[in-house]
């Protein structure tokens, strides 16, 4: 997969932008690693300034760095918020002065995330973060912006729904391979139109097919494709 | 015309389904444009005894009985298959579907080679789901295995006069089940505008074993049909995967 057949298959299902990121899902990324990995992004951000933005990635295991990081990607290189992914817990202290930068920064977290009930699915992720920890952070910080990764994705979705009911600082995004029926339904139900964002997670049918699909409003559609993502990256700049 | 290879009737325990009903799906595929949907009973996955779900199935499509082609769901390892599958006939069923991920059993195990036989013999389609939901997120009663490429490609050696019909899979393009000449996919769960496996697949087997699904009322249909229509590929090649292909399989040209 390249930025560019990203790209057309994007405009082929008529998605405007691309929030990226580009973790590095095993092992403890040093920050040589997640500067390379951030550096390609921005490549990818330079070749289609109109249709791809980026989330900085770090790993919060170092945080002077990843602090360093944040700053140069969001403030200097136009980024528009931090991705984290499985290294550590998102509710583990160490991620605290991630989130005091993102609350400073107005930008947003976005949290790999899911609850897997395999056993042994789970047992490759130990410190993977479920939305149980991610509403204890949001509790911690309710400045903070979160966003859950890939309700489709993730394991048990209904589980994530009810414990994201009353986080109100957490916004879910619907991407991912499944495409269980009543999935955007029962999340609008739970969490309102509001607090969704549309997304791919690289299933590209599946993103684009399971929001127009869904017995919903179409003015909740419209906040799920773009709207509630259009006010989060607007706060930035206020 | 569209014709879905992958549709169910019938209660699933594990999650609330918003179709449930033969009314209900009909109405899912009134919206999605979708003609006839090759269906099974959806219950018979867990009742001890499968064939009580194809006779529910039957009472309950009796009213929508043009926009259904019903599949006879049994277990060869639970007695009386074999006159379940001659009363099958009877009913109306065009073939029949396997799940034995949920009645423990393997496809190459001795009864099912036979039921896999007989019922080719007798000239039905064997459809196979390698999965009829994500383990990631499975009911902690749900224990159900996903299927193994390799374990189809051994049934569909083993009996080379059978028709299978693989739903649910993917990253089959350039694997050697490809090469079993009677084995058929069904295309709900492969990559099509970014990563591009239906169009290696129809390069791979040529598009006459290349068939639409939904996974409706499971899934969202919406999902699979943009993987078709989103294609590149020539409007023929389009309407076989849609439509033709199904009806050949099924005896319905």
């Given amino acids: ?238 | 015309m569209i014709i879905d290879f992958n549709a169910y009737v019938g209660q699933w325990p594990f999650r609330r389904l918003p179709a449930r009903t033969a009314d209900e799906v009909v109405s899912l595929m009134d919206r999605h444009g979708i003609d006839l949907s090759v269906v099974s009973s959806l219950s018979s996955a867990l009742y001890i005894d499968s064939h009580e779900g194809n006779i529910e199935l039957i009472e309950e499509i009796e009213q929508n009985r043009k926009r259904f082609i019903p599949l006879a769901v049994l277990n060869p390892k639970y007695p009386g298959w074999e006159s379940d599958l001659d009363g099958c006939i009877g009913y109306g069923f065009k073939g029949i579907r396997l799940y034995p991920q949920y009645h423990n059993y393997a496809l190459t195990d001795d009864e099912c080679l036979k039921l896999v036989s007989r019922a080719s013999e007798m000239g039905l389609a064997v459809s196979v789901p390698v999965r009829l939901r994500d383990g990631r997120g499975r009911h902690w009663m749900d224990s159900a295995r996903d299927l193994k490429l390799s374990e189809v490609e051994q049934l569909a050696k083993r009996i080379p006069s059978s028709r299978i019909v693989l739903l649910e899979s993917r990253d089959v393009a350039n694997t050697p089940i490809t090469e079993c000449q009677n084995v058929y996919f069904e295309t709900s769960r492969m990559t099509s505008v970014l990563g591009g496996e239906v169009t290696k697949l129809i390069q791979s087997v040529g598009a006459s074993r290349i068939v639409f699904g939904s996974g409706m009322p499971l899934k969202y249909a919406l999902p699979a049909l943009l993987k078709i229509t989103l294609l590149d590929e020539p409007k023929e090649v389009k309407d076989r995967i849609l439509c033709s292909n199904a009806s050949s399989l099924l005896g319905l040209d």
């Fill in chain 1, 1 to 238: 997969m390249t930025p560019e057949s990203l790209v057309n298959a994007a405009d082929k299902l008529g998605i405007d932008i691309l929030c990226c990121s580009t973790p590095i899902v095993k092992g403890m990324p040093t920050p040589e690693e997640f500067r390379a990995s951030n550096e390609d992004l921005l490549k990818a951000m330079k070749d289609y300034p109109d249709k791809i933005l980026g989330y900085c990635f770090v790993n919060p295991g170092y945080q002077s760095e990843s602090l360093m990081e944040i700053e140069r990607r969001i403030v200097e290189d136009g980024m528009l918020g931090v991705k984290l992914y499985n290294q550590y817990k998102c509710s583990d202290p160490v991620a605290y002065p991630i989130v005091r930068k993102t609350i400073e920064l107005r930008v947003p977290i976005l949290q790999h995330a899911g609850y897997i009930t395999d056993p042994v699915e789970a047992a490759l992720q130990p410190n993977l973060s479920n939305a149980y920890d991610i509403a204890y952070l949001a509790s911690l910080f309710p400045e903070a912006i979160i966003i859950e990764a890939h309700l489709g994705g993730g394991g048990d979705w209904e589980w994530a729904l009810k414990n994201l009911r009353k986080a109100r600082n957490v916004y879910l995004d619907t991407s991912g391979s499944v495409v269980d029926a009543g999935m955007i339904e029962k999340a609008v139900r739970y969490l309102g139109a509001e607090r969704l964002l549309f997304g791919t997670d690289l299933s590209m049918e599946e993103g684009v097919g399971k929001i127009l699909d869904a017995d919903i409003a179409e003015g909740d559609k419209q906040l799920i494709f773009g709207e509630n993502m259009k006010q989060i990256l607007e706060r930035r700049a206020r």
